[in-house]
């Protein structure tokens, strides 16, 4: 059998609102992208009566026997969308959990990439949409991952724009909480991305956003509050945003040749926490 090798992008926030609450959730708008940061997925199918599920890499640790890619499995088992086939699934995790970047949702959406793509699921788009929201509110944003803009009333605008952004993504040793961060929104904001346009992905619109969860995790966790107040006096940063709930810092850049000063500046500050440079794909 085939061994497939699938890449498996972070997603980052470069902006997000909590606009209200229905039903227990809350209702968010945000404007998204990826970077080239990826888990890397080796999938083959075999000849077993249940799938083989590893998880290997720096930030595999953590991981429960009950996670998104299992919760993604049973479901088209259960649905038998895969017609009882079985595969063995190992995820190399270089992308940090509780970061606000959404790597296990990711993991998701790259097999249900995979299997759409190898036409060995075939599923109508109401019912894509029902199956990720089971597992996770964020999976559907990487069903074919590009460049979008989340609506507070749950519509999802797509573009193949490049935005072109170098980032330094930080994290401290430490992650936030999804669960908690939004268990604290007491206070909701005007919807800024009712009408989605792709001058929205313009640095200068950019600059005068933010993400609502920051104050939470601030309050929470002051090492967050500190490593943004120093990225933001690194030269030629376009502008500094938590990704998600957090733990995650990103810095924006233009060039490749300022971002890898503000790395060396960071470390040199901050060595103890991870951080690394990418690029918006």
């Known amino acids: 059998m085939p061994i497939f090798k699938i890449k498996s992008y972070a997603k980052i926030n470069l902006a997000l609102n909590i606009t209200g ?16 940061l990826y888990d890397l997925i080796y999938l083959k199918q075999i000849k077993k009566k ?5 998880f290997n890499g ?67 788009k109401k019912e894509l949409i029902k199956l990720t929201s089971k597992i996770g509110s964020d999976v559907i944003l990487g069903i074919k991952p590009n ?9 999802i605008k797509k573009y193949n724009n490049n935005i072109n952004f170098y980032t330094l993504v930080v994290k401290p040793t430490f992650g936030c909480s999804t669960k908690y961060i939004y268990s604290k929104v007491k206070l909701f904001s005007k919807s800024q991305f009712t009408h989605p346009k792709q001058g929205m992905f313009k640095a200068e619109y950019l600059k005068t956003l933010n993400n609502d969860l920051e104050k939470i995790a601030f309050r929470k ?3 967050l509050k500190k490593i943004k107040s120093f990225l933001l006096t690194i030269p030629e940063n376009i502008f500094v945003r938590m990704s998600g709930s957090g733990s995650s810092i990103v810095a924006y850049f233009h060039s490749r040749e300022a971002c890898s000063k503000a790395y060396t500046q960071f470390k040199r500050k901050f060595n103890g926490h991870w951080c690394i440079i990418s690029k918006t794909i």
């Open 221 to 223: 966790y002051p090492k």
């Open 58 to 124: 720096k930030y595999s640790k953590k991981i429960t026997k009950i996670n998104t890619v299992t919760s993604l499995l049973k479901l088209l088992d259960e649905k038998n969308f895969l017609n009882n086939k079985k595969f063995e699934i190992k995820i190399i995790k270089n992308i940090p959990q509780e970061a606000g970047m959404g790597g296990g949702s990711m993991n998701a959406a790259s097999l249900i990439n995979f299997f759409i793509n190898k036409k060995i699921i075939k599923i109508k």
């Open 50 to 54: 249940n799938h083989n599920i590893s």
């Open 21 to 36: 609450k229905k039903n227990e959730l809350h209702k968010i708008e945000s404007i998204i992208s990826f970077i080239d």
């Open 147 to 155: 460049n979008a803009i989340l609506s507070s009333n749950g519509k």
